[in-house]
T-cell receptor
Framework: AQTVTQSQPEMSVQEAETVTLSCTYDTSESNYYLFWYKQPPSRQMILVIRQEAYKQQNATENRFSVNFQKAAKSFSLKISDSQLGDTAMYFCAFEETSGSRLTFGEGTQLTVNP | DTGVSQNPRHKITKRGQNVTFRCDPISEHNRLYWYRQTLGQGPEFLTYFQNEAQLEKSRLLSDRFSAERPKGSFSTLEIQRTEQGDSAMYLC????????????FGQGTRLTVV
């Protein structure tokens, strides 16, 4: 079974600075998908960024980028120029290529301070 | 289309009572997922449907839980004889396609069993 681990329960960053959230996972699959989802307080979870394991190039979406290290089974999220609206719980998630389910980590609560 | 809709948003019930939650996915999304999220944890997979067929159920889905998706449209999740351990946020998500496409989440139904 796949497992996803986020070792940072809470993090904080000053507005406009950069922060990196860590995620490691365990799988015997060679091809899979990785995601970062954001869950703002009392609002629905939304997709931040996604990475396909067979692609070596790290995904980027505006201020959000990932550092995908397949051999190390590591998938970190970097948020540049942090904004107050980035304050949320961030979840790392894994999905097999069969696409039947997402396996989530425990989450990292990010607070952006003014 | 306003996204994935879940009703009710909050439900308080007495132990032993039955409860039913409803999820209306985004139109034309053929896949529908149910997850359970307890406080401070990441969502855990419960079950998913492709159209009207329930293709996978987690071992977390005990005999007291049943889910349906008649005609491949909305879905209901029923919990019979509720227990205090059932208190959680129940999340619904939907996606279009057959694998690894973005899942869109609803705001969830928060269940409190007293």
């Amino acid at each position: 079974a796949q497992t996803v681990t986020q070792s940072q329960p809470e993090m904080s960053v000053q507005e406009a600075e950069t922060v990196t959230l860590s995620c490691t996972y365990d799988t015997s699959e060679s091809n899979y998908y990785l995601f970062w989802y954001k869950q703002p307080p009392s609002r629905q979870m939304i997709l931040v960024i996604r990475q396909e394991a067979y692609k070596q190039q790290n995904a980027t979406e505006n201020r959000f980028s990932v550092n995908f290290q397949k051999a190390a089974k590591s998938f970190s999220l970097k948020i540049s120029d942090s904004q107050l609206g980035d304050t949320a719980m961030y979840f790392c998630a894994f999905e097999e290529t069969s696409g039947s389910r997402l396996t989530f980590g425990e989450g990292t609560q990010l607070t952006v301070n003014p | 289309d306003t996204g994935v809709s879940q009703n009710p948003r909050h439900k308080i019930t007495k132990r032993g009572q039955n409860v039913t939650f409803r999820c209306d996915p985004i139109s034309e999304h053929n896949r529908l997922y149910w997850y359970r999220q307890t406080l401070g944890q990441g969502p855990e997979f419960l079950t998913y449907f492709q159209n009207e067929a329930q293709l996978e159920k987690s071992r977390l889905l005990s005999d007291r839980f049943s889910a349906e998706r008649p005609k491949g449209s909305f879905s209901t999740l029923e919990i019979q004889r509720t227990e205090q351990g059932d208190s959680a946020m129940y999340l619904c998500a939907s996606s279009f396609g057959f694998m690894n496409t973005e899942a869109f989440f609803g705001q969830g139904t928060r269940l409190t069993v007293v």
